[in-house]
């Protein structure tokens, strides 16, 4: 059964600050790794698809993945209120596995 | 404008009626999914596609059914047999692949009267 577990949340950050989320999988061989955003009603929008060991920065995003310890993150720099929604990993193997999602708040 | 499609937006049905979810991608994409989410949980995943004509089913395909006649088009109908139905269906489709980012439709909010 491949697996993906996020952090449970929620978590709240003051504006400004840098939010953290975290990812573990449990397929060895997956090779790419996608992060989605959720706002309340509203669909998943992808924000962040990282294919290789490091750490890929778009704005104020930064994923990064680390395949032998199957880890990978998003940090989101300079928080702000309209970051406030929750936050999906997902890793594909044939169908895609999505963790349950970690729901941020930015606190003015 | 290249997207993803789902039709209607809202959606109301009587117990014991079927409905069928309308899902539309002219992204030339291979792979096509449905989801389901219920208020505050994740994304479950009912049926998936990756070729037109085939499909298999995901964790809770128990009272769905489907069809991919055309690679633009997933839809899904649920059944009376769904006991509990009323819950946001999203369809997603990705290419196959190396990059095979997964993109989303804005969802159909299905609820049972």
């Known amino acids: 059964q491949k697996e993906v577990e996020q952090n449970s949340g929620p978590l709240s950050v003051p504006e400004g600050a840098i939010a953290s989320l975290n990812c573990t999988y449990s397929?060895?061989?997956?090779?790419?790794f996608f992060w989605y955003r959720q706002y309340s009603g509203k669909s998943p929008e992808l924000i962040m698809s990282?294919?290789?060991?490091g750490d890929k920065e778009d704005g104020r995003f930064t994923a990064q993945l680390n395949k032998a310890s199957q880890y990978v993150s998003l940090l989101i720099r300079d928080s702000q209120p309209s970051d406030s929604a929750t936050y999906l990993c997902?890793?594909?193997?044939?169908?895609?596995?999505f963790g349950t999602g970690t729901s941020l708040t930015v606190i003015p | 404008d290249g997207g993803i499609t789902q039709s209607p937006k809202y959606l109301f049905r009587k117990e014991g009626q079927n409905v069928t979810l309308s899902c539309e991608q002219n992204?030339?994409?291979?792979?096509m999914y449905w989801y389901r989410q219920d208020p505050g949980q994740g994304l479950r995943l009912i049926y998936y596609?990756?070729?037109?004509?085939?499909?298999q089913k995901g964790d809770i395909a128990e009272g769905y059914s489907v069809s991919r006649e055309k690679k633009e088009s997933f839809p899904l109908t649920v059944t009376s047999a769904q006991k509990n139905p009323t819950a946001f269906y999203l369809c997603?489709?990705?290419?196959?692949?190396?990059?095979?980012?997964?993109?989303f439709g804005p969802g159909t909010r299905l609820t049972v009267l």
């Open positions: 596609s990756q070729i037109v004509n085939d499909f």
């Open positions: 997902a890793v594909p193997f044939n169908q895609f596995y």
């Open positions: 397929d060895r061989v997956s090779q790419s």
């Open positions: 997603a489709s990705a290419h196959l692949g190396s990059y095979n980012e997964q993109f």
């Open positions: 990282i294919y290789s060991n």
């Open positions: 992204l030339n994409h291979d792979a």
